[in-house]
């Protein structure tokens, strides 16, 4: 795709790493008009001040899979481990393991409700676009989890990635839309390679 030739020219050209295929994720985002803020390398408390950057003391864990047992559709259809159309999101304090919902962060004042429309709103854009990115690579993004910054009233995508908050699996352990190997189910570290891929 056009849009990302010169990304993909420079991954390709580039010795790949943890470091710079974050770095180019990051880019990918951002030629999709995603706002992606500043490294926190490059910030200080000094400039977080002036520049009024706020970050939000919460993630956005997304699943493009249903993960609860025991939920059965209207049509008698066993939902577990099946690959859904529309994501699954909540939303995760730091240093915490507990699923809040949009309600839980009004009422807890951990952001607006304009900061809340906005987070959603990038989250799923997001999402719509790693997740046909990782399928032409032969992987399912089984989950992906985004931090956001406020800087100057602007909410923006954090682009300090690690490796969890990518959860692939090959399309060869997906038959008929279900996840029939959850054993391999991985993070980004192990296909590293796969993103050398062309879009052609």
Known sequence: MEVTQNYENNLLNSELSENNVYSFI???L???KIPV???SAENSPNTNKTLKIKEFGFFV????HFDIKGVISPEGINLFNK??????ISYIP???KTELNNSHLIAGNLCSVDELRSIEKLAVKCNSLLRPYFLRRNHHLLQLELYFISELGSVQLKPDFNSKQFLLTGTENVSDNYIVKRNKITDINSIINYLKADDN
């Open 94 to 96: 730091v240093n915490s």
């Open 37 to 39: 803020g500043r490294q």
């Open 26 to 28: 990051a880019g990918y």
């Open 83 to 88: 690959i859904v159309e529309l994501p699954v």
């Open 30 to 32: 951002k030629e999709y």
């Open 61 to 64: 864990r997304i699943k493009n």
